[in-house]
């Protein structure tokens, strides 16, 4: 009988790849195990095993795998389930499941670039001959193919050696140019105890005078104690003493020298292992809790709706506590980890290194060692927080999911493929592992709450913030009228300034929000109206005072700024439109005596950008900070008392059906940081139009009446969550290609739906990156096989790709698309 196994690899393709094994081999093999397979003419990749069968391909001849990679399923049967669902429901590939869903380092292929762990120490003595060729090569560039190796080692495939270095941590895979946190170990030397009395210690430096390189390193060991008085790193006492680390080794194996490490774990728990008792629930959070309870027996979906400042961390933390001591491993789901430091310190001190956090910040290291912390059930990993991608980890006992922040958009991948929303997909993770899921927020996405009212979900809700503190006072500001009136400073009502004032020379502190999706500050020329443009996007490039550059928030072009307009030659130039960096400016003139500082995506790069100033506003250094969205993402601060929304417009205005509903729960969050102690809070909210619905809305905190009008327009015009909708995207570099091709396919689809199909359309912004954009929208209604839409537009879709003209476009599926 001849064996074969289906294997994924991580490239978009429809089918799985059919390989043939050996008997032994397929013995071995169980699914979920890695491979390294051959693919095309001389590529490598590494699969995952989906299937062992004795079924030959028709079509082709399977050829043999390289290798087998893993000793055990690296991951299990419910990944694998949530993988096809995903691929299923968001119309991708396996392959592009796979890519999203491992961490980089266990997917290696032959283009995989690798690079030497600068992080740590090397300890030469443990790499295998082969092992220390690569290392060896790594000395003298500072990076390689997985390819090149395979030719320095002279073997087709590299692939287990370089999995091992990986393991022992010699090598990085390449890609994460992020910052990287503290190596996990450091390797430090102490002269060995028998050497520590004086005669002993003359009588070792006698011996090593025939061995002056040896006798240096002691020397130089005690001159680096004496002058430091902290434990020796391996690494300052080989630079130091200008030694080998040979020698240093052969110092060791005498046991002259002692090595040891000390452990600085990556995702720093700083606790003692007396953990903090969770808090005891007021009466609003105890009912709550009850009521989830309860809803859990019936449903495996609860929302919890309460109001900001409710308490609903500790109403999980309870739910958590619950599950750990059942024995499941618990997924919290988050939008942005960055955000979260203040989070994750409360969950530590409570379950201390029970939790563990999964970043895609985090190197390649990091997380393949949350990832087997996680497969192998550990003690550190049975919380897990992570923002989007933690749906994909190997859990073996999940028992619950939280996804907080619900409604964040933030949950949907956007690009690349698999375009899916974290949200929903846990939903289904939580499914698979018969797990319960609760969904919180204090401003649900419609979606949730729709189901809620249908019955698929449970609902629970507390109305009260935690110590009754107050909602804080709402007040709308018609800057229209103001304006007229002559009662505007740059962008500063009368009002707000008074505010202000008053918030300031109390001693508390004020949050200025200004929309990043607002104008943002364009150039403009006084006398011939040209405003630069990028050259690879149809936008108008962003100014950046702070670097006096321009810049395309598309596709990152970036120019300095010109002293004349760029057409006629005038230096009479104009930033027309305000961010938050005008904003900055704006406030440090109006109050110079306090200190100002901004939070948004230029001032938070870097991995430790966004608790620099957290934690400069709590140990309040920061008197005034003005920040776009970032700042409502559940941030907790005592002192301040007031907060001012510049511009409630242009959120409004935005061309998006999601617009309104958005606009309520980013003012609502932002509101929300106002007064969380005994003083009541201020919001201030600027609008050229006041009596706009959802502004009344917002400052009555009347999140049923905003639901029901916008599910009347979402009704009407036939948008989710009534109907589902299914975005496509054709781009091309050129235009009329485009446009030929999106009209065929929109014909195409009408065909198959009729009126559901909207388009084609170019997007507000028709070119990004030298590519023009259209959009076609297919909308399903409920009664409609949501699964047989899909096949028809796969169908379509396939159609399309095979005529020649149209090859060279790309197609973007988006489902659910945000
Ligand atoms: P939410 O997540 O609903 O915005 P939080 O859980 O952050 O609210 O709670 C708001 C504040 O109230 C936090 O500072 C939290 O520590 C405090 N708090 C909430 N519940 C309790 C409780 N049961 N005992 C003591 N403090 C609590
Ligand atoms: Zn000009
Ligand atoms: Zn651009």
């Known amino acids: 009988m001849q064996h074969f196994i289906d294997v994924i690899i991580p490239v978009p393709l429809q089918k799985l790849f059919t390989y043939s094994i050996t008997a032994a081999e397929s013995d071995f093999l169980k699914v979920g195990m890695r491979v390294s397979v051959p693919f095309g003419k001389s590529k490598i990749y590494t699969g995952i095993v989906y299937k062992i069968h004795s079924e030959a391909p028709e079509v082709y001849e399977a050829k043999d795998i390289h290798q087998i990679l893993d000793d055990t399923p690296i991951i299990n049967e419910q990944q694998l389930r949530l993988w096809q669902w995903i691929a299923s429901y968001y119309m991708c590939t396996l392959g592009d499941v796979m890519r999203a869903a491992l961490p980089s380092a266990f997917i290696l292929e032959s283009e995989t670039i690798i690079s ?131 020698i240093i080794k052969a110092l060791i194996d005498k046991g002259i020298l002692e090595e040891y490490y000390i452990q600085t774990d990556r995702v720093e728990y700083k606790g003692d292992g007396n953990n903090e008792d969770t808090k005891r629930l007021n009466e609003n959070q105890e009912a709550a809790l009850t009521e989830i309870k309860e809803a859990f027996k019936t449903q495996s979906v609860v929302l919890l709706h309460g109001v900001t400042s409710s308490g609903k961390t500790e109403v999980y933390v309870k739910l958590i506590e619950e599950a750990l001591e059942r024995g499941e491993q618990v997924l919290y789901l988050l939008p942005e980890i960055a955000l979260t430091t203040q989070l994750i310190t409360r969950l530590q001190n409570y379950f201390g290194e029970q939790v563990s956090v999964f970043h895609s910040k985090y190197s390649t290291h990091e997380r393949a060692e949350v990832w087997n912390n996680v497969l192998n059930n ?17 859990f073996n006992n999940l028992g619950l999911i939280i996804v907080d922040e619900e409604h964040e958009q933030s949950f949907k991948q956007f690009d690349p493929a698999p375009r899916y929303h974290a949200r929903d997909t846990a ?53 229209k009228d103001k304006h007229k009136r002559k009662k505007m400073k740059g962008h500063f009502s009368d009002r707000l300034i008074e505010e202000m004032t008053d918030a300031l020379s109390e001693g508390f502190q004020v949050i200025l929000f200004q929309n990043r999706r607002g104008f943002s500050p364009i150039v403009e020329c006084n006398t011939c109206g040209h405003s630069p443009q990028c050259p690879n996007c149809d936008v108008s490039l962003t100014y950046h005072r702070y670097k006096n550059q321009l810049r395309c928030h598309y596709c990152g072009y970036v120019m300095a700024m010109q002293d004349n307009c760029m057409a006629c030659g005038s230096p009479e130039i104009d930033s027309k439109g305000f961010g938050t960096e005008q904003i900055e400016t704006e406030v440090k003139a109006l109050f110079p005596n306090y200190k100002v500082a901004r939070m948004d995506l230029d001032t938070t790069r870097g991995k430790y950008g966004y608790e620099k100033i957290i934690s400069a506003l709590e140990q309040q250094e920061i008197d005034i900070l003005v920040g776009t969205q970032m700042l409502t993402k559940g941030l907790d601060f005592r002192n301040v008392k007031l907060v001012g ?34 003083v009541r809070g201020k919001v201030l909210i600027q609008s050229y139009n006041p009596h706009h619905n959802i502004l009344q809305q917002v400052s009555t905190n009347d999140y049923l009446l905003m639901y029901n ?32 091709a999106s009209i065929w396919y929109a014909k195409s689809l009408r065909n198959a739906f009729g009126d559901y199909v909207l388009g ?23 009664k409609q096989s949501l699964a047989k839409t899909k096949e028809a537009i796969t169908k379509i879709n396939n159609s399309f790709l095979s005529i020649k003209d149209f090859r060279s476009v790309k197609v973007v599926l988006n489902v659910d698309n945000f």
Do not use: C, W
Request: aromatic share 8%; hydrophobic share 40%.
């Open 378 to 394: 550990s003690h550190k990993a049975q919380v897990v927080l992570g923002a989007r991608s933690s749906i994909f980890l190997p």
């Open 760 to 782: 084609p359309e170019s997007p507000p912004v028709a070119r990004i990156r030298n590519q023009f954009h259209k959009n076609i929208l297919v909308k399903i209604p409920k």
């Open 116 to 246: 030497k762990n600068t992080q740590k120490e090397i300890d030469e003595s443990i790499l295998k001959d082969d092992e220390f060729l690569v290392f060896d090569a790594l000395q003298f560039q500072s990076s390689l193919k997985i390819h090149d190796i395979s030719n320095i080692l002279g073997i087709k495939n590299a692939l287990p050696i370089i999995k091992r270095l990986i393991e022992k941590e010699v090598i990085s895979v390449e890609e994460e140019v992020y910052e990287k946190y503290k190596p996990k170990l450091v390797r430090y030397v102490r002269l060995h105890n028998s050497y520590t009395s004086e005669v002993h210690l003359h009588q070792l430096l006698d011996d090593l005078s025939r061995a002056p390189k040896q006798h240096k390193v002691i020397m130089t060991l005690f001159s680096l104690s004496a002058s430091t008085k902290k434990p020796i790193k391996v690494a300052d006492l080989t630079k130091a003493s200008e030694a080998s680390s040979s």
């Open 645 to 678: 929304v510049m511009n409630a417009d242009n959120m409004l205005n935005f061309p998006d059906f999601r617009a309104h509903e958005r606009s309520f729960q980013l003012i609502l969050q932002v509101a929300g940081r106002a007064g969380r102690t005994d």
């Open 709 to 740: 009008e916008q599910m009347d327009e979402r009704y009407n015009f036939k948008y989710p969550p009534i109907y589902k909708q299914i975005k496509i995207t054709l781009k091309h570099k050129d235009y009329l290609n485009v446009e030929n």
């Open 427 to 479: 939903i289904v993770l939580a499914h698979l592992y018969q797990a319960k899921t609760l969904l919180g927020s204090a401003t649900p996405s419609l979606e949730s709450y729709f189901n809620a009212k249908q019955s698929k979900y449970g609902l629970v809700e507390i109305t009260k913030r935690y110590n009754n503190v107050l909602m804080p006072d709402m007040e709308l500001v018609d800057i």
